[in-house]
T-cell receptor, first 114, second 112 residues
Framework: NAGVTQTPKFQVLKTGQSMTLQCAQD?????MSWYRQDPGMGLRLIHY???????DQGEVPNGYNVSRSTTEDFPLRLLSAAPSQTSVYFC?????????????FGAGTRLSVL | GENVEQHPSTLSVQEGDSAVIKCTYS??????FPWYKQELGKRPQLIID?????GEKKDQRIAVTLNKTAKHFSLHITETQPEDSAVYFC???????????FGTGTKLQVIP
């Protein structure tokens, strides 16, 4: 199993450009989510999905779109990049266990918007 | 919605001493509380977790305690080592596939 795979690892955009951050998991997890991490702010939920065809907003959804056409893939789209979206983005999948719902994180995408 | 507060934001300890990080949560529906360790430039990694029907869980040098009545839980690291230096995050998760709420993180520095 590769786990959760994110691409690209690094990206530099100009203000106003659009792009898609890719996320794929091979563990057949129904739940997937996107977070952004800024210094001193912890991990903030952008969007999440509880299964193919179902998505919902998290804490900071503005400026981002998601779709979930398959169980494996959960891409995050930046519609018109802004400097405020400079951040590290983590994708995660989650599975229910006897203890609780355990999350697995991708390696992250470091995005700079100039 | 859920709100998780984490303290302290930074913590420096001498090697061999203990470190304690505390989190409080607001939603009584939360029933699963994981702790993640994030080394510089890396992804968060689960290090220990606890369910709401358990008061304490221990795994070698790390332990987590939960006070469901007071809605707070804590991470305890004993005999700290330099490799424990990292940012630690707590989280609260309710039943079912719902939103995960993280604390803002604690940067732990273990001084050799």
């Amino acid at each position: 199993n590769a786990g959760v795979t994110q691409t690209p690892k690094f990206q530099v955009l100009k203000t106003g450009q659009s792009m898609t951050l890719q996320c794929a998991q091979d563990m057949n997890h129904e739940y997937m989510s996107w977070y952004r991490q800024d210094p001193g702010m912890g991990l903030r939920l952008i969007h999440y999905s509880v299964g193919a065809g179902i998505t919902d907003q998290g804490e900071v959804p503005n400026g981002y779109n998601v779709s979930r056409s398959t169980t494996e893939d959960f891409p995050l789209r930046l519609l018109s990049a802004a400097p405020s979206q400079t951040s590290v983005y983590f994708c995660a999948s989650m599975v229910g266990t006897i203890v609780g719902n355990i999350q697995y994180f991708g390696a992250g995408t470091r995005l700079s918007v100039l | 919605g859920e709100n998780v507060e984490q303290h302290p934001s930074t913590l420096s300890v001498q090697e061999g001493d203990s470190a304690v990080i505390k989190c409080t949560y607001s939603d009584s529906a939360s029933n699963y509380f994981p702790w993640y360790k994030q080394e510089l430039g890396k992804r968060p990694q689960l290090i220990i977790d606890i369910r709401s029907n358990v008061g304490e869980k221990k795994d070698q040098r790390i332990a987590v305690t939960l006070n469901k009545t007071a809605k707070h839980f804590s991470l305890h690291i004993t005999e700290t080592q330099p490799e424990d230096s990292a940012v630690y995050f707590c989280a609260a998760i309710p039943l079912g596939y719902q939103k995960v709420t993280f604390g803002t993180g604690t940067k732990l520095q273990v001084i050799p």
